[in-house]
C-alpha cells in the first residue's frame, strides 16, 4: 500500500542520512590535517596546513588553535596557554577564599582572617600604627 511504502522510503532516508553523518565522523577523525569546529553548535569541520598550534578560522567564523582546540592563542605555544589559564584558575580560586573567609579592619583596613568564635575581628596589630 501507499502508506508502507511512505514507511519504507522515511526510513531509507534516515538510514542514508545517518550513513552520511557516520561516513562525515570517520573521515574527519582519520585525516590529522583535519578537526571539528569546537565552537558550541557548529557542525562543521576545518582542514590545516600543519597538525601543529596553528590559528584557524572555521567558516562560522571562530578562530581557535589548530593543535589544542582553544580559542587561538598565537603568538604563544599551546603548552604555555594551558599552563597560564591553570594560573588564572588557581588565582580565582585563591581570590575566592580569600573574599569568603577575610574582611579588612575596620580602623587599619588589615586583611584579618575570620578563624572560629564571634563575629567581632580585630587585626593581629591590633591596630597599634594609627
Given at each position: 500500500?501507499?502508506c508502507?511504502n511512505?514507511i519504507?522510503?522515511r526510513?531509507y532516508?534516515?538510514?542514508?542520512r545517518?550513513?552520511?553523518?557516520?561516513?562525515a565522523?570517520?573521515?574527519?577523525?582519520q585525516h590529522?590535517?583535519?578537526?571539528?569546529?569546537p565552537?558550541?553548535?557548529?557542525?562543521?569541520a576545518?582542514e590545516?596546513n600543519s597538525?601543529?598550534?596553528?590559528?584557524?578560522?572555521?567558516?562560522?567564523?571562530?578562530?581557535?588553535?589548530?593543535?589544542?582546540?582553544?580559542?587561538?592563542?598565537?603568538?604563544?605555544s599551546?603548552?604555555?596557554?594551558?599552563?597560564?589559564?591553570?594560573?588564572?584558575?588557581d588565582?580565582?580560586?585563591t581570590?575566592?577564599?580569600?573574599?569568603?573567609?577575610?574582611?579588612?579592619?575596620?580602623k587599619?583596613?588589615?586583611?584579618?582572617?575570620?578563624?572560629?568564635?564571634?563575629?567581632?575581628?580585630?587585626?593581629?596589630?591590633?591596630c597599634?600604627?594609627?
Amino acid at each position: 500500500s501507499a502508506c508502507n511504502n511512505i514507511i519504507v522510503i522515511r526510513f531509507y532516508l534516515q538510514l542514508i542520512r545517518r550513513f552520511q553523518y557516520l561516513s562525515a565522523q570517520t573521515f574527519v577523525q582519520q585525516h590529522k590535517l583535519m578537526k571539528w569546529c569546537p565552537s558550541p553548535g557548529c557542525t562543521f569541520a576545518v582542514e590545516a596546513n600543519s597538525t601543529r598550534g596553528v590559528p584557524v578560522m572555521c567558516n562560522c567564523g571562530y578562530r581557535f588553535c589548530f593543535g589544542c582546540s582553544s580559542p587561538a592563542h598565537e603568538p604563544v605555544s599551546c603548552q604555555y596557554f594551558k599552563l597560564w589559564i591553570k594560573k588564572c584558575e588557581d588565582d580565582s580560586e585563591t581570590a575566592h577564599w580569600i573574599h569568603a573567609n577575610t574582611k579588612q579592619c575596620p580602623k587599619c583596613k588589615a586583611v584579618i582572617e575570620k578563624s572560629g568564635g564571634c563575629n567581632h575581628m580585630v587585626s593581629a596589630l591590633r591596630c597599634m600604627r594609627l
